[in-house]
């Protein structure tokens, strides 16, 4: 009994292994059969080393599985951008969107019209198809005004009605003046006949009153007289003078020469120093009255004085009083300079003395001048 029984366990045993052996061979068939049925291509370029130009990954059988925004045999073609026009569009890069030659757009479903196309449309790339209004290849010669003359008249958008030169009115069938002119009318193009009132050129200029003056006044309106600035009266001949003068007048706009007697910017300070003050000026100086600005007063020295109150003397003055011939000083000939006398051997001696008036006497002279000044004042009051 115990025979069979291991007997049976060995017969299990050898079935077994059999049926592991043939298990085994078919997994291999199965390998064999899908690598068979992989095609030679995708196994070389599984082979290949991988870089940033190769789009896939190959499994553990040799097939290759493309990245994702590629697709194609060998994941060369990339997926472009949703919605991206099939036609008008493509793509280098996956998820972009890249127009063809005439469509722009972010999707390229627009179309370019005509490069100089201006009041058009196009359906397909590069027509220009116009609006109402226009024509011509780009669209850009406007249909006029429907009674637009049609030589004088001429329109730069539709429907419009522009005049050439020398013409004007809404259909272009009126003359127009001389541009420019301002008072003035025309019987043909290019005129400018002065209204009653004006002249000049372009009739700009109104005539103004009979007296009034050419270089001061003007007019705006005929027969009126109008005055520059600087100038007042009722032809302009009279200057205005600086505002606030109050005792002066003027020769031109904006002056203030003062009367006599007064002084300062607006000639509204009386000039009296000299009057209310004594013994302004000495040693018989004249005394000016000045304003305040300039100090009030000047003195005029006699010869012989100056200082701002002729009180000071010049004390350089000489008189000379003889000349002798003393034998204090000689001149000579010497190897050094030529003779300045003459060629003798001879010897001249000059001396020139002179006086120099003592400060004690110019001080005397200066007081009696001083009390003849005083004595002549004193008179004349």
């Not at 469509?103 to 009041?119: E, K, S, T, V």
């Not at 013409?167 to 209204?195: A, I, S």
């Not at 007289?225 to 009266?233: E, F, H, L, Y």
Request: glycine residues 8%.
């Amino acid at each position: 009994m115990l025979d069979k029984q291991i007997l049976l366990l060995i017969s299990l045993c050898s079935i077994l292994q059999v049926l592991a052996l043939v298990k085994t061979n078919n997994n291999i068939t199965s390998n064999n059969n899908t690598n068979k049925n992989i095609p030679k291509w995708k196994k070389q370029a599984c082979e290949l080393p991988q870089n940033s130009y190769t789009h896939y990954k190959c499994d553990e059988n040799g097939d290759l599985k493309c990245l994702a925004g590629w697709q194609g045999d060998i994941c060369d073609v990339p997926i472009c951008k949703k919605n991206c026009h099939p036609q008008s569009g493509f793509c280098k890069r996956p998820f972009e969107c890249r127009c063809k030659l005439g469509f722009y757009g972010d999707n390229c479903d627009r179309c370019i019209p005509l490069p100089g196309c201006q009041n058009g449309f196009c359906r397909n790339p590069f027509e220009c198809q116009c609006i109402k209004g226009w024509r011509g290849v780009f669209c850009n010669e406007p249909i006029c005004r429907e009674d637009c003359h049609p030589t004088h008249g001429y329109c730069e958008t539709a429907g419009e009605c522009r005049c050439t030169i020398g013409w004007t009115g809404k259909t272009c069938r009126d003359c127009q003046v001389l541009p420019g002119c301002v008072h003035g009318t025309c019987t043909n193009p290019f005129e400018c006949v002065c209204l009653p009132g004006y002249t000049g050129f372009l009739c700009e200029k109104a005539i103004c009153s009979q007296n009034c003056s050419k270089l001061n006044g003007y007019c705006i309106k005929p027969g009126t007289c109008r005055c520059k600035v600087g100038w007042q009266g009722e032809n302009c001949t009279e200057c205005h003078p600086y505002p606030g003068c109050k005792n002066g007048d003027c020769n031109r706009p904006w002056e203030c020469n003062c009367h006599s007697g007064w002084g300062g910017m607006l000639c509204d300070e009386k000039l009296n120093y000299c009057e209310t003050n004594n013994d302004v000026c000495q040693n018989g100086g004249t005394c000016k009255s000045l304003s305040k600005d300039d100090g009030n007063f000047e003195c005029k020295c006699l010869p012989g004085y100056f200082g701002q109150r002729c009180d000071r003397m010049n004390v350089t003055a000489t008189s000379i009083s003889r000349i002798e011939v003393m034998p204090t000083f000689s001149m000579r000939e010497t190897s050094s300079q030529k003779p300045l006398l003459s060629e003798r051997n001879t010897t001249t001696s000059i001396a020139i003395l002179s006086t120099t008036t003592t400060i004690e006497q110019q001080q005397q002279q200066t007081s009696t001048e001083q009390d003849n000044n005083n004595n002549n004042a004193d008179n004349e009051t």
